[in-house]
């Protein structure tokens, strides 16, 4: 019994993992690529594997690109749009499963409508908007223009997650005296800490790979991100360098390498909050 | 929205809530309302607004002209060959990321080694930047240095590097398949999460009724993920029919216009030829078009439960 479902299962892993790796190719060939010497990618036949490993791709994109200024502009954008976009959003989630006034769930179908609204259709009023406003070309219009999608998709998420929570010990808090807003920093906000968590990780993921908004609301390197950043560098450079090009991509990505392996049971749960469990 | 702020509680929400906490609910709510009127209620009727002038991007200046915007819209070969592209796209790559999501989903549900670690490496396609998937796969349809001809030349498929992007149909059949890669985890996930949740029972009901595998598959895994795949091609469509970043990015609409869908044609009209009020037009056209895809869809598969 305990051979033949050891065999399956070793069947089953000569099944699966060739395809997963196929799958995921294209990322282990842009790893392998940022660490080739460029020599080694035009050489006939090709090489797989490297045969010497160097990081001077690496070297380069960090002392002789902007890469660090579009990386520092990433980081400010990404953590700004997460922490307004948390805040409003928590109250507000807070709000729309814990109180009852009239249109409440009307307010919610809008969020959800608000979540598929195409934002092709917000960007060009919101570009002429951020032009008369003087505030264009700034990282403070993206902030701005990413919580057009942001904001929906964490009110959305979040109120799954609160739905969720039990009611009762916030209501024995307040019948033991305790304030509205007492009982929601003691007994809402611990128990929602790992729905708020997993939002927020959303959210900054979502502002880190934008691209859209801000290839048409910023037009300096002063507050252009990582995404169009490093568009720029493909397009403006005179024959394409790929393999520091495949450096810049594993560096944009580092992030999310790093949520993928230390926060990865938080992003599972966002997928369950999006109610797509059907 | 007015009425919500106008309302007087009326409702009791338990003997534990009261009621007047409804304003303090309110108090709380407002700050999304907030922003909620800003970035999108503002901008969406501003782009309805601007659908009714001709404005000059450059310089910003517009003169009112009516519906003359819509009827070119819908007098112009344009638009209707960019929303034929945009159906042929989003058709082409839904359709992959489904097949392949439920055949992925069914795989990863096996018991095999590693399994959990097998199930966050397909993620990664899906939360990786449009950017980083179009660079990356770029560099594998490069013409002479990519991994892609390379292997077609070494293998002798072929004795001549295909032209991934450049040439129809190649480009088309490339953007769906890359588009169904980064966006295929999507479903993935969603079947996965429902498929651990079919009682085994149903599973060995069938095998002593003599079902073979494929039975099993067609008449009880596929009936119960009825539910999640409606959610999931919605879903899907919407986002599919509006992406903009992977399609520009790789093929910029081309060659010539082929691959131009209607998001592209929205960035042309309004960066390339300067026409910001013909682009709101084609902008409302495309909320207009999805908006009565969504009703349509959700009539449908609304009635056919129901029948059901």
């Not at chain 1, 579009?70 to 954008?77: A, D, I």
């Not at chain 1, 409003?88 to 409440?104: C, I, K, N, P, Q």
């Not at chain 1, 916030?170 to 929602?192: K, M, N, T, W, Y």
């Not at chain 2, 209620?41 to 659908?51: E, Q």
């Amino acid at each position: 019994m305990t051979r033949s479902c050891s065999l399956n299962r070793a069947l089953a892993s000569f099944v699966v993992w060739p395809v997963v790796l196929i799958v995921v190719f294209p990322l282990i060939w842009m790893v392998l690529t940022s660490v080739k010497p460029q020599s080694e990618l035009f050489r006939i036949p090709p090489s797989f594997w490297p045969q010497s490993i160097t990081f001077e791709h690496y070297t380069t994109l960090l002392t002789e690109t902007p890469f660090l200024k579009y990386l520092r502009n990433s980081v400010v954008l990404s953590v700004s749009t997460s922490i307004v976009v948390v805040v409003v959003a928590v109250a507000g989630a807070y709000s729309l499963t814990r109180f009852h006034y009239r249109g409440r769930e009307r307010l919610a179908v809008l969020v959800l409508f608000t979540y598929l609204l195409p934002s092709v259709v917000l960007v060009l009023p919101l570009y002429l908007a951020m032009v008369k406003a003087g505030i264009a070309n700034s990282l403070f219009s993206l902030v701005i223009a990413y919580t057009s999608f942001a904001l929906p998709y964490a009110l959305w998420l979040l109120r799954s997650f609160m739905a969720s929570l039990p009611v009762d010990l916030e209501s024995a808090a307040l019948i033991d005296g305790a304030s509205r807003l007492g009982a929601f920093v003691d007994i809402v906000l611990p128990q929602a800490l790992p729905g708020i968590i997993s939002t927020a990780l959303f959210t900054f993921i979502l502002a880190w790979n934008e691209y859209f908004y801000a290839l048409i609301l910023v037009n300096t390197d002063e507050a252009r991100p990582l995404t169009t950043g490093v568009i720029t560098m493909l397009v403006s450079s005179f024959n394409i360098e790929w393999s520091l090009l495949m450096a810049a991509a594993v560096g944009m990505s580092l992030p999310l390498i790093i949520i993928f392996i230390f926060l990865q049971r938080y992003l599972v749960k966002g997928f369950a909050g999006t109610g797509v469990k059907g | 929205m007015t009425d919500i702020v106008a309302a007087a509680p009326r409702e009791t929400w338990g003997p534990s809530l009261p009621r007047q906490y409804a304003l303090l609910g309110m108090l709380l709510i407002a700050p999304s309302l907030l922003v909620f009127a800003l970035v999108i209620a503002f901008p969406l009727v501003y782009a309805v607004y601007l659908s009714f002038f001709s404005i000059d991007t450059p310089t910003l200046k517009g003169e009112w002209v009516g519906l003359a915007n819509y009827r070119t819209m819908l007098a112009s070969g344009e638009f209707w060959a960019s929303l034929g592209t945009t159906i042929v796209w989003t058709v082409g790559t839904l359709t992959v990321q489904v097949i392949a999501g439920v055949a992925m989903a069914l795989l990863l549900d096996l018991n095999f080694y590693c399994r959990s670690l097998a199930r966050s490496l397909i993620l990664f396609p899906y939360f990786v930047s449009t950017v980083v998937a179009v660079l990356v796969w770029r560099w594998m349809f490069n013409d002479v240095y990519g991994i892609l001809n390379r292997a077609l030349l070494a293998s002798g498929l072929s004795d001549m590097p295909l032209d991934w992007l450049g040439s129809m149909p190649n480009a088309m059949i490339s953007i769906i398949l890359v588009g169904a890669w980064k966006y295929f985890p999507f479903v993935v996930i969603a079947v996965l999460a429902r498929l651990q949740t079919i009682p085994g029972e149903l599973y060995e009901a069938a095998r002593i009724d003599g079902a073979g595998a494929w039975s099993r598959f067609w008449d009880v895994t596929l009936p119960q993920l009825r539910g999640v795949l409606l959610v999931i091609v919605l879903l899907r469509t919407i986002w599919d029919f509006k992406e903009f970043d992977l399609i520009y990015l790789l093929t910029g609409g081309g060659p010539i216009a082929a691959t131009q869908t209607l998001p592209l044609l929205v960035y042309k009209q309004a960066f390339g030829m300067n026409a910001m009020g013909q682009a709101s037009t084609y902008a409302i056209g495309i909320m207009l078009t999805l908006l009565t895809f969504m009703i349509l869809y959700l009539y449908r598969t609304r009635e056919k439960g129901e029948a059901a």
